[in-house]
């Protein structure tokens, strides 16, 4: 076997090895995406629910509740930015840390100072990298995010919303996360957690209301209440919606990885062949050269 045909033969192996590990990739990713779907599915319904109690009692209320009134007593914002903890996904964490540049710009340009969180490993190298300092870093488990996770995610926001100024305290909440919306469509998307700004499926305050929530005690004390279970059960949302998109986009990768390393294959094969022909053509040659040569002797 010549140079040439050697060298091909072992890229053709090498590329088979990684075709493996990449249509291994591509089941596992896509015998959880199920799995993944199903709980953004079960949880969706509760998040809807509480979100409505908090915008009724905020919206139905006279009451001034820190947590649903803007703070102007410090210009610091947090900033919650999920990634995947690892890589093989395409272009699923770039997308979320591009479009948490873009909010991070536009907040400066507003005059306001980023405390920044990150969850997943990529986001944590990609601001380690540049030296910025992580206020809170959460590195485990992007795929298969558990509520424990949630519930010490939203404790750390939680606590740096209700916190003095002079202690840290921030006076808005943003989150940037990958929204699952269906197999082939998944997009970034950036919410403000706090103050409250989202109302849905809630009558505005001149009309006329369901009498679907009765505040008893009081609406204060109902908000004290729901808040951080209302934070909780939406950044456990976004984690699992972040979830399934990164299955999905690595479900994605990887089918593309196996066609490219098929085609890369099929390239290689070729090449091979071409060798070997090639190398057949010069030893038949040197075979007639070397029969004329004793014809010609005798």
């Keep these: 076997m010549s140079g040439k045909q050697r060298e091909y033969r072992g890229r053709i192996r090498s590329t088979q090895s990684l075709k493996k590990i990449f249509r291994a990739m591509e089941l596992i990713a896509a015998s959880r995406i199920g799995k993944a779907r199903q709980r953004v599915g079960q949880a969706a319904p509760y998040t809807r629910a509480i979100t409505r109690a908090i915008s009724a009692v905020a919206t139905h209320s006279s009451i001034d509740h820190p947590l649903t009134s803007e703070r102007t007593d410090t210009n610091r914002v947090a900033m919650l930015v999920v990634t995947a903890d690892r890589g093989m996904a395409g272009a699923y964490s770039a997308n979320v840390l591009r479009e948490a540049e873009r909010l991070r710009e536009r907040l400066e340009s507003d005059g306001k100072e980023v405390v920044q969180y990150a969850s997943g490993r990529r986001a944590v190298s990609y601001y380690k990298f540049r030296h910025r300092e992580?206020?809170?870093?959460?590195?485990?488990?992007?795929?298969?995010?558990?509520?424990?996770?949630?519930?010490?995610?939203?404790?750390?926001?939680?606590?740096?919303?209700?916190?003095?100024?002079?202690?840290?305290?921030?006076?808005?909440?943003?989150?940037?996360?990958?929204?699952?919306?269906?197999?082939?469509?998944?997009?970034?998307?950036?919410?403000?957690?706090?103050?409250?700004?989202?109302?849905?499926?809630?009558?505005?305050?001149?009309?006329?209301?369901?009498?679907?929530?009765?505040?008893?005690?009081?609406?204060?004390?109902?908000?004290?209440?729901?808040?951080?279970?209302?934070?909780?059960?939406?950044?456990?949302?976004?984690?699992?919606?972040?979830?399934?998109?990164?299955?999905?986009?690595?479900?994605?990768?990887?089918?593309?990885?196996?066609?490219?390393?098929?085609?890369?294959?099929?390239?290689?094969?070729?090449?091979?062949?071409?060798?070997?022909?090639?190398?057949?053509?010069?030893?038949?040659?040197?075979?007639?050269?070397?029969?004329?040569?004793?014809?010609?002797?005798?």
């Excluded at 939680?158 to 100024?165: G, L, P, S, V």
């Excluded at 809630?202 to 934070?231: K, M, N, S, T, W």
């Excluded at 690595?250 to 060798?275: F, G, H, K």
């Design 134 to 298: 992580l206020a809170g870093q959460w590195d485990d488990g992007s795929d298969s995010p558990e509520f424990a996770r949630a519930k010490e995610i939203s404790e750390a926001l939680y606590e740096a919303f209700r916190a003095d100024a002079d202690k840290g305290g921030v006076s808005e909440i943003h989150l940037v996360f990958t929204r699952f919306n269906s197999m082939v469509n998944q997009e970034p998307r950036v919410i403000r957690m706090l103050p409250i700004e989202v109302v849905e499926g809630v009558a505005g305050p001149g009309e006329e209301v369901e009498p679907l929530y009765d505040f008893e005690p009081g609406a204060e004390e109902v908000l004290d209440a729901l808040l951080p279970r209302y934070i909780q059960s939406r950044i456990f949302t976004c984690l699992l919606q972040a979830a399934a998109s990164e299955l999905a986009n690595r479900q994605r990768a990887m089918n593309t990885a196996v066609t490219n390393a098929e085609d890369i294959i099929r390239q290689y094969t070729r090449l091979a062949n071409s060798a070997r022909q090639a190398e057949i053509t010069q030893e038949i040659s040197e075979i007639v050269s070397g029969a004329d040569a004793l014809a010609a002797g005798s």
